[in-house]
């Protein structure tokens, strides 16, 4: 299985289908969204082609492929436009014998870890700021913001794979990658 990472969206249509296009030529199974779907957030500049209408049609229009968490952008009046459920704080998925913790970040994260065992994943975002690490023998994995990175880094998804977790800018190169081993 290989699942496609993408973080941040902040309701910008354009940065979506560049994403949704690597999406494609990634031939990923599923596309976990990991929260700040359609609100840019008030301390967020407004992003490149916002349209949260649009941003949420195309990504219904996928809704099956989607698994998705909140972010703190996130609310129950966005839930109530998209159809796969986005309100839950987090949620686990089990892939390789090993539990994928998938989360917004802005409640856990690398300073309020989950209960996770050695190799276990903790895949957030929040920070818009690509991250491939390990913390206590637990992977902590954020594949970046596809709209609106920061410190000068590019925009980015994650792509789990076998064995390996890859970050990747929307040109499609490679820009981070860690072998998961356990």
Same mark, same amino acid.
């Given at each position: &299985?290989?699942?496609?990472?993408?973080?941040d969206i902040h309701g910008s249509i354009y940065y979506l289908k560049k994403a949704l296009k690597r999406f494609e030529e990634e031939k990923a199974d599923y596309i @976990?969204?990991?929260?700040?779907?359609?609100?840019?957030?008030?301390?967020?500049? /407004? =992003?490149? $082609?916002?349209? %949260?209408?649009?941003?949420?049609?195309?990504?219904?229009?996928?809704?099956?492929?989607?698994?998705? @968490?909140?972010?703190?952008?996130?609310? $129950?009046?966005?839930?109530?436009?998209?159809?796969? =459920?986005? &309100?839950?704080?987090?949620?686990?998925?089990?892939?390789?014998?090993?539990?994928?913790?998938?989360?917004? !970040?802005?409640?856990?994260?690398?300073?309020?870890? %989950?209960?996770?065992?050695?190799?276990?994943? /903790?895949?957030?975002?929040?920070?818009?700021? %690509?991250?491939?690490?390990? +913390?206590?023998? @637990?992977?902590? @994995?954020?594949?970046?913001?596809?709209?609106?990175? +920061?410190?000068d880094n590019p925009h980015t998804f994650g792509i789990l794979e076998g064995s390996s977790f890859k970050? +990747?800018? /929307?040109? !499609?190169?490679?820009? +981070?990658?860690?072998?998961?081993?356990?």
């Amino acid at each position: &299985m290989k699942l496609f990472f993408i973080s941040d969206i902040h309701g910008s249509i354009y940065y979506l289908k560049k994403a949704l296009k690597r999406f494609e030529e990634e031939k990923a199974d599923y596309i @976990v969204i990991l929260g700040d779907i359609l609100y840019h957030g008030a301390r967020n500049p /407004l =992003p490149l $082609e916002y349209n %949260p209408k649009e941003v949420f049609a195309l990504l219904n229009s996928i809704g099956h492929k989607i698994i998705a @968490v909140r972010g703190n952008c996130d609310s $129950e009046v966005d839930e109530m436009v998209v159809n796969f =459920p986005i &309100m839950a704080t987090y949620s686990n998925i089990l892939y390789n014998n090993r539990r994928v913790f998938i989360t917004h !970040g802005h409640i856990y994260n690398e300073t309020n870890m %989950p209960p996770l065992a050695d190799s276990d994943m /903790l895949i957030q975002g929040h920070t818009h700021i %690509p991250r491939l690490d390990k +913390k206590d023998n @637990v992977y902590v @994995v954020n594949p970046g913001s596809i709209t609106l990175p +920061k410190e000068d880094n590019p925009h980015t998804f994650g792509i789990l794979e076998g064995s390996s977790f890859k970050i +990747k800018t /929307l040109e !499609g190169e490679i820009f +981070k990658e860690i072998i998961i081993i356990g």
